[in-house]
């Protein structure tokens, strides 16, 4: 090996690929009740705060891509939030 050239290589997609079934299966056969409501609630407050209503159709498409309750519950989430300041909770630190 020594002496060879070391390179990056595009990695083929296979039509098998799935990009969000091991996140559905962690949603839907890992996490509790619990677990499942924090998420929702960290997804809703993170994209319900001065974020525009274009980029919330995208999370909701993105998390039902994952599972359609779960992109379900954020919808109706980012519908009831009031697009108050981020929560204290949901700010991210800087410098991250």
Do not use: C
């Not at 997609?13 to 839907?28: C, I, M, S, T, W």
């Not at 980029?55 to 993105?62: I, P, S």
Request: charge should be negative; hydrophobic fraction near 35%; avoid cysteine.
């Amino acid at each position: 090996m020594a002496g060879e050239e070391i390179g990056r290589y595009a990695n083929a997609k296979h039509p098998e690929d799935d990009d969000f079934g091991q996140a559905g299966a962690l949603y839907r056969e890992t996490m509790s009740d619990s677990d499942r409501d924090e998420l929702v609630e960290n997804i809703v407050g993170h994209a319900s705060a001065e974020v525009t209503s274009e980029v919330q159709e995208r999370v909701v498409e993105y998390w039902t891509n994952v599972d359609a309750e779960l992109g379900q519950r954020v919808d109706a989430g980012l519908k009831g939030s009031s697009g108050a300041a981020t929560p204290p909770q949901a700010e991210v630190p800087s410098g991250v």
